[in-house]
């Protein structure tokens, strides 16, 4: 089976593809074990549409995935893996440079453009607006999988312990954000990885979603994760916009696992 690692901001994924659709939550915790395996945040496995697939949503879409955290959990969404994603499919001809696919959250637009991918999140929901968490103002948002935010006045202070606990209460990726300008900066402990990651996409877009409802950043600001490596994000007619570098690692024959 040939894989291909990718890395999205520093977020990073295994991604191959396939006709047949079946449930990999072992292989992803085989393949994403950063000692025993290959390494990396989550699985990505793309299931191109059939030849002979005819009608309803999938006529809309060039392919559907399969998203899995490095635990093995499925999630719904991955805004980084969506960008690494449709530069697997564009670069293996599994779509064109503009394309669309089906994700548990629903169907997601990207535009490949050299190493720089924009992804279309499906669009944000607010869930809670009012959660008092160890003193702290925390919103609950749905960008695709479920975050929640709240603005620190210290970006180098990320109580994981706390965040643990809160991943756990509101079975929800947890995620501070600074505001720097007119920018952000972001860290987020995610679900499934059940760790800090160098880089979350729906993350970010929920930090920035709540900084833009609140009027505190405009539209199109960067974006700063823990690995450093800028993104961009803004919200146009629809819903939210993500752009940034994909790079591709490697790829490799592996024996089937
Ligand atoms: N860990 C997330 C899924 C991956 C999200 C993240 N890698 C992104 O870029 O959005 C969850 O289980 O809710």
């Not at 999938?58 to 955290?69: A, G, L, M, R, T």
């Not at 564009?90 to 064109?96: C, G, I, M, R, T």
Request: proline share 2%; with cysteine; charged share 25%.
């Amino acid at each position: 089976m040939r894989v291909t690692k990718y890395s999205a901001n520093g977020n990073d994924f295994v991604i191959f593809h396939t006709f047949v659709k079946k449930d990999r939550s072992l292989l992803a915790k085989k393949l994403c074990h950063r000692q025993n395996g290959i390494g990396a945040d989550g699985l990505i496995v793309l299931l191109p549409k059939s030849k002979n697939e005819i009608g309803g949503d999938k006529s809309k879409i060039d392919f559907e995935w399969q998203f899995y955290n490095s635990d093995g959990s499925e999630a719904n969404m991955c805004g980084n893996g969506s960008r690494a994603c449709a530069h697997y499919a564009y670069v293996n001809e599994l779509a064109q440079n503009v394309m669309k696919f089906l994700t548990g959250a629903g169907i997601i637009g990207a535009v490949v453009d050299g190493d720089m991918v924009l992804s279309e999140l499906t669009p944000p929901k607010i869930i809670d607006k009012e959660i008092l968490e160890n003193g702290k103002s925390w919103w609950l948002l749905d960008t695709g999988v479920p975050h929640l935010v709240y603005f620190t006045k210290d970006i180098t202070k990320f109580d994981i312990a706390e965040a643990r606990e809160l991943r756990d209460k509101y079975n929800a990726n947890v995620n501070i954000a600074f505001i720097e300008g007119k920018n952000l900066r972001v860290r987020t402990y995610e679900r499934g990885v059940e760790d800090e990651t160098l880089a979350c996409g729906t993350g970010m877009a929920a930090c920035f979603y709540r900084a833009y409802s609140e009027k505190v950043v405009g539209n199109d600001i960067e974006v700063y994760p823990t690995s450093g490596e800028t993104l961009y994000l803004g919200v146009n007619d629809r819903t939210i916009t993500f752009r940034g570098r994909v790079r591709s690692i490697f790829s490799a024959e592996i024996d089937s696992l």
